[in-house]
């Protein structure tokens, strides 16, 4: 008999205005705010209503500045996960600068919370094999950073899975479907965004990853986008706000089609 999936929700708790790549106006920041936790909140109601648990990665740039947004979504009964301080890509910084980063954020969250995140994801999916003993050294006690979308790189996958698990170390990699050595995203943001609902699902029960897992992650700003569109470039202005109005309906017909868990629960059992 073939074993259900476990079905795993994700929230990247960011905006792109709180990094240090994205330039506004400082009068706007409670407008911005105003947005991330709005949209943060419409996530949390559809999850509560759906009865659904997820692990929400937070910047610990949002756990300082917002610490009120953090500490709701622990009370809904969800896990708080590191997602590095401030959203810089990985392959900018050095194995020392790294290690910095995730003590930060650490101290962030412990501070605006009370409590230690075991779970990380690197912003933009950059995974690095260094990390897996920096975050380890930290108190962390899992990764779902790898995200493989397009080109067949799965056995490269498969070995740093293993290279975690030698370590004492789990990664949990997001699942794409593959199809003529092609990965066809299906996972969540934008191109749950893009894809008609029904194509989603299609794709989405189709891919599971190394460990019986189908992973799905969302965006506040999936929602509602708040960057300042002024400055954007038309490509970047598609992928980050082509069809956020379809985002609420769409997610309310997968919490009701699946059961999720957070990544805590699934350790736990």
Not at 2 to 16: A, C, G, M, Q, S
Not at 144 to 159: E, F, G, Q, Y
């Amino acid at each position: 008999m073939d074993i259900e999936p476990v079905n795993i929700f994700t929230v990247d708790l960011e905006d792109w205005y709180l990094t240090d790549d994205y330039l506004i106006d400082k009068s706007r920041f409670n407008e911005f705010e105003r947005n991330l936790i709005q949209n943060t909140e419409i996530i949390l109601e559809l999850l509560k209503v759906s009865k659904n648990k997820a692990t929400f990665f937070v910047l610990g740039k949002i756990a300082e500045m917002i610490p009120s947004l953090v500490n709701e979504i622990i009370s809904e009964g969800h896990e708080i996960a590191s997602h590095g301080y401030n959203h810089k890509l990985i392959s900018a910084m050095s194995p020392e600068e790294f290690k910095i980063d995730i003590e930060k954020t650490n101290c962030a969250i412990n501070d605006a919370t009370g409590i230690f995140p075991v779970g990380y994801r690197a912003p933009y999916f950059v995974f690095l094999p260094w990390m897996i003993e920096i975050l380890r050294e930290n108190g962390l006690k899992y990764d779902s950073s790898i995200n493989i979308r397009w080109l067949n790189k799965w056995k490269d996958v498969v070995n740093t899975v293993e290279l975690g698990q030698t370590n004492n170390f789990s990664i949990f990699p997001i699942q794409n479907y593959n199809i003529f050595g092609m990965n066809i995203p299906n996972c969540g943001g934008g191109y749950f965004r893009l894809y008609p609902y029904k194509i989603f699902k299609a794709l989405f029960d189709k891919s599971i990853n190394p460990f019986g897992m189908r992973i799905f992650y969302i965006h506040p700003w999936d929602i509602c986008n708040s960057l300042d569109k002024k400055q954007i470039k038309l490509l970047s202005r598609f992928k980050n706000f082509y069809n956020t109005s379809s985002t609420i309906n769409k997610l309310e017909r997968l919490m009701e089609d699946y059961r999720f868990n957070s990544f805590r629960e699934y350790l736990e059992k």
